[in-house]
Structure formats: structure tokens, C-alpha cells
């Protein structure tokens, strides 16, 4: 089981980025995504899930209206759209799952993570 996250870098508050999760390795369309963000001194939290039904859960308050997590089966990847960021978003971006259908909190594999860095 692999999964890469990609996408991050630097922008200026207000601006976009788009991440993505290639996955391999696993039945991608049968498995939730999640993605999660540990910024620096802070501890990981979770932003967002995306079960196998194409349903999103946003976990993180402070994203919600402006980040969007979606799925591509035929590419066997994840996104995370970032609209309107906030210096508060600065934070590395992780991708994982637990291999079940459903999103839960006990993810089993987790990507290298992206660096998302926004100015004010």
C-alpha cells in the first residue's frame, strides 16, 4: 500500500492549492481517504474524509466552506481543494486510510505528507 501527497507550496492568504493523494497498492474505489495537517508545535489533526460513496466529512472547523475533498476511482486518487487560505493553514498535509469503506479515526497507512506554507 503506497500513497503519495502532492500539491503543496507556497501561496499568498487568499490564494488556492490543490492537493492530491495517488494511491496504489490497495482497491482505491472500495477504501475511505482522509486527510489530516500537522502544523509546526501542534499536533496532528484531521481535516476531511471522503468514504467510498463519494461522501465527505469535514472535521476541522476552520476549513469549512473553503477546503473541498473529492475522489477520482478511474485515477486512484484524492484531492483537497484549499480556497481561501489563511496563514492558520500552514501546516504539513498528510493523506491516509484504513483501508475500510467508511472514514474512521484508526487509519493503517499514511503517505508522505506535502508542505503547505501560506503567507500573510
Known amino acids: 500500500v503506497q500513497l503519495q501527497a502532492s500539491g503543496g507550496g507556497l501561496e499568498r492568504f487568499g490564494g488556492s492549492l490543490r492537493l492530491s493523494c495517488t494511491a496504489s497498492?490497495?482497491?482505491?474505489?472500495?477504501?475511505?481517504i482522509g486527510w489530516f495537517r500537522q502544523a509546526p508545535g501542534k499536533e496532528r489533526e484531521a481535516v476531511s474524509c471522503?468514504?467510498?460513496?463519494?461522501?465527505?466529512?469535514i472535521y476541522e472547523d476552520s476549513v469549512w466552506g473553503r477546503f473541498t475533498i473529492s475522489r477520482d476511482n478511474a485515477k486512484d486518487t484524492a484531492y483537497l481543494q484549499m480556497d481561501n487560505l489563511k496563514p492558520e493553514d500552514t501546516a504539513v498535509y498528510y493523506c491516509?486510510?484504513?483501508?475500510?469503506?467508511?472514514?474512521?479515526?484508526?487509519?493503517?497507512?499514511w503517505g508522505k505528507g506535502t508542505q503547505v506554507t501560506v503567507s500573510s
Open positions: 497498492g490497495f482497491t482505491f474505489a472500495y477504501s475511505s
Open positions: 491516509a486510510t484504513s483501508l475500510r469503506g467508511y472514514c474512521t479515526n484508526d487509519m493503517v497507512y
Open positions: 471522503i468514504d467510498k460513496s463519494d461522501r465527505a466529512t
